[in-house]
């Protein structure tokens, strides 16, 4: 429910006004160099109100290591690493209790768990788990990048707009909040990782993918313009025994395994639930439908610190992969 992976397995927890929240990484190679320091850079990437659409909560992000970690080294035993919330308003949700907001987790989460859900800044469901996500891509960008494998992801479009700061400008004027495309990019992966149907690379990378909240749809390679071409086209010609392809419509994943190439794929994002207009929702005290307004710090656009998470989503699986690559026997 709350782990994914099989040798490089992570472990999500908290809620985003306990305590605090973290993640704890089975899998980890022993003998890392590790400290706060080397978190800091994506860290900060992810932080809100550092720029500007972002939620003005601000929360310092210093990762606290709880076991795994000796004399700055990884010990191969599990890796548990906590932020604590220290810029927390739970006034601001009480109203929620009562009217969920539409787009949320409020309402699904009241359901399933009978009202004894953590509701306060979305508790469990909340973005600011990402925080523990991206610190876990912190270990797996670091063991891919000592095979020359790297994870970059970036904004493409806000609102419609290739031109971030105009999209952007929309959600202002509109005092509204607006979704967005993140591209990312993986490099260097050699030919094979990945298995066909249930654990390809496409399922993995959509499995971890769909656990950002707030990401509605993905895409690799050509994505969904392929249903407007022929298959001589879409169709990626080998240009040696290295699988290098003249295209890349495929994504760098052909029969669910890695190919050689790049792999590319996009996401959708889409806006902020809790946006500044009026909205109406159901009140749960009264069973009639309310005219409300959200109160509590957020995000105008989400995309705008999504990057970040999505490469730590996927250097996850990418290294996970590895592991199990390297675990398979071959007989000639």
Known sequence: MNTFGTIFRIHIFGESHGPAVGILIDGCPAG??????????????????VQKGTTP??????????????????????????????????QDYEKQREIP?????????????????????GGHFSGR?????????????????????????SIIEIAG?????????KAIDAKDSVGGIVDCHITGLPVGLGEPFFNSVESLLSHLVFSIPAIKGIEFGAGFSAAKMFGSEHNDPLLN????????????????????????????VKPTSSTPQ?????????GKPEVFSIK???????ALRVPVVLEAAAACVMADLLFINDQQLHYS
């Open 32 to 49: 890392m160099d590790i400290d706060a320091d080397m978190f800091s850079a994506d860290l900060n990437r992810r932080k809100g109100g």
């Open 57 to 90: 909560r601000a929360e310092p992000d210093i990762p606290v290591f709880l076991s795994g970690v000796f004399n700055n080294k990884t010990t191969g035993a599990p890796l548990t690493i906590i932020f604590e919330n220290t810029n927390t308003r739970s």
């Open 101 to 121: 907001r539409p787009g949320h987790a409020d309402f699904v989460a009241q359901e399933k768990y009978k009202g004894m859900q953590d509701y306060r800044g």
């Open 129 to 153: 788990l990402t925080v523990a996500l991206v610190a876990a891509g912190v270990i797996a960008k670091n063991i891919l990048a000592r095979r020359n494998i790297h994870c970059k992801a």
């Open 161 to 169: 707009e290739t031109n971030i700061e105009k999209g952007l400008q």
């Open 241 to 268: 025994k290295e699988g290098k392809t003249s295209t890349n419509h495929a994504g760098g994943i052909v029969g669910g395994i890695t190919n050689g190439n790049e792999v590319n794929f996009k996401v959708v």
């Open 278 to 286: 009026k909205q109406t929702s159901l009140n749960l005290a009264t």
């Open 296 to 302: 509590g710090r957020h995000d105008l656009c989400i």
